[in-house]
């Protein structure tokens, strides 16, 4: 009978010294769920404009070309924060960084809201996108490194969840205060969860694998043991960390330089891909230009904005399911089940478009009925995955700027779909779009058939060792989980 071979004494020597926290479990989810506020605030401040944008018009009497700087502005910030807060989370941790952000989200929504012209608010809201790429950098690699291997994906996700949760909030303050208190306060009251959060993450342990490399393994063991239930737990996980650690003392390895490496590519494609697919398939279009589409279709303001609810709802439901499926389902598995019934979606709904339904019609209602079914697949399928995919697919060297080039992607892409959909529709025609779009969703589901293997259930050190041997990408007659090619 084999036996295992003894842990190195540093290891055992940190695991002996730490005392398991009797609130570990607790202690996680309030750490993950806290967290994952700031997916909130990143839902709420770019949902926000959905309804907002139809009474910022009004006020300030937008051109199209203003309506899609106010609303792509705060991408175009999105995607420089999400480069400069991944050097902050190298540098001074990750917890240190999910603090600043929310100061910068609390600052930058009440700017928002005391703007007295379109260019302040396009500044502000400039401002503003720094913290919602921040926190899209960093706080899904934090809860990924706090994360055990087999809830790593649950937790994970539940920053889409509170996306959903954002964007479903924007929604009902939209139809709530437009005639009562107008767009100002729609917007500055994502400034009360910013501080609460800024507040608490004080107290909430730091990612023990950033610990590990800049303070030393025994500090690294002491974050660990305040967020694991079991010694046996916290041995095989230190043990797991020590070993990487080893590994990755080659200088080359570190930051934007690591990336270049050619054992790393494998993962740089498949999360990069599946990053720009994550905006690029067009969900962010509908989240902002819904409302907008709709009243151009011939529906009337208040119905549209309605739609618009029911697309931030569908949005919520369905990302909350996929973060409880996700690690039982798998994230691969989960992209190529929903995919095409987006691309079935957008097709429906680009045939409805292109029949110009007037309101209250069977066509109007094949409108509504295709959008749903469009967020229901796309919401459930790739969006649960996106943010995922960075957080647990690069190795800890290079996890930092890595994190970066994934955030800025999605902001990148994002940008681009915001700042050309009005465009695209006068070029293209509605109908013509969504049939652009899912063209889009369909190379997407090609891409992750060929290039992205299946993660669930390996730890982060599992991951690592696969590129370094080569064995990341799925391959015919190869099975393409990760765990089994360990």
Request: proline share 5%; aromatic share 10%; with cysteine.
């Amino acid at each position: 009978m084999k036996t295992k071979p003894p842990l190195p004494r540093i290891v055992a020597a940190a695991v002996d010294a730490a005392e398991i926290s009797p609130t570990a479990s607790r202690t996680l989810w309030i750490a993950a769920v806290v967290a994952a506020i700031c997916g909130g605030l990143y839902g709420y401040d770019t949902g926000i404009i959905s309804g907002a944008l139809l009474l910022i018009t009004r006020d300030f009497h937008l051109t199209i070309t203003q309506q899609e700087w106010v609303a792509s502005s705060i991408l175009a910030g999105a995607a420089v924060g999400s480069i400069g807060f991944g050097w902050s989370s190298e540098k001074f941790g990750r917890r240190a960084t999910v603090i600043f952000v929310t100061a910068v989200f609390v600052v930058g929504a009440i700017a928002c809201a005391l703007a007295p012209d379109v260019t302040t608010l396009i500044i502000a809201r400039l401002f503003l996108g720094l913290a919602v790429g921040g926190s899209t950098q960093v706080v899904p690699t934090y809860i990924s490194e706090l994360a055990p291997p087999a809830r790593r994906g649950n937790l994970v996700t539940m920053f889409n969840v509170a996306i959903g949760i954002g964007i479903l909030l924007a929604n009902i303050a939209g139809l709530a205060m437009k005639d009562s208190l107008g767009w100002r306060p729609m917007v500055a009251a994502a400034a009360l969860p910013a501080a609460f959060v800024f507040i608490v993450m004080f107290f909430l342990p730091k990612s023990p694998r950033w610990t590990a490399r800049n303070e030393g393994l025994h500090e690294a063991v002491e974050q660990l043991s305040r967020i694991r239930t079991s010694r046996k737990s916290l041995q095989k996980e230190a043990h797991e960390i020590h070993r990487n650690l080893n590994k990755g003392n080659d200088p080359s390895e570190k930051g934007w330089k690591g990336l270049r490496h050619a054992w790393v590519r494998p993962a740089v494609v498949a999360a990069l891909g599946v990053a720009f697919f994550t905006q690029a398939g067009g969900l962010e279009m509908m989240i902002y230009y819904t409302p907008t589409f709709l009243t151009d279709a011939g529906f009337g303001p208040e119905w549209s904005l309605m739609a618009s609810l029911g697309v931030a709802v569908v949005y919520c439901i369905m990302t909350f399911i996929g973060c409880m499926v996700v690690d039982r389902i798998g994230r691969r598995r989960l992209m190529l089940i929903m995919g095409p019934g987006a691309v079935l979606s957008l097709v429906g709904l680009g045939l409805c478009f292109s029949m110009h339904p007037a309101a209250g019609t069977i066509g109007s209602y094949g409108v509504v009925a295709f959008l749903l079914l469009f967020m229901l697949f796309n919401s459930g399928g790739i969006q649960v995955v996106g943010w995922l995919t960075g957080a647990e697919m690069f190795p800890l060297p290079m996890r930092g700027a890595a994190t970066s080039a994934h955030a800025a992607m999605l902001w990148g892409s994002n940008l681009l779909v915001t700042a050309t959909t009005l465009q695209l529709v006068q070029f293209l025609t509605l109908g013509g779009t969504m049939w652009f779009y899912a063209g889009v969703n369909l190379a997407s589901v090609i891409f992750v058939w060929l290039l992205v293997p299946e993660t669930a259930g390996a730890s982060l050190e599992d991951i690592e060792t696969t590129l370094r041997k080569g064995t990341f990408r799925p391959r015919l007659g190869h099975s393409p989980r990760i765990i089994d090619n360990v």
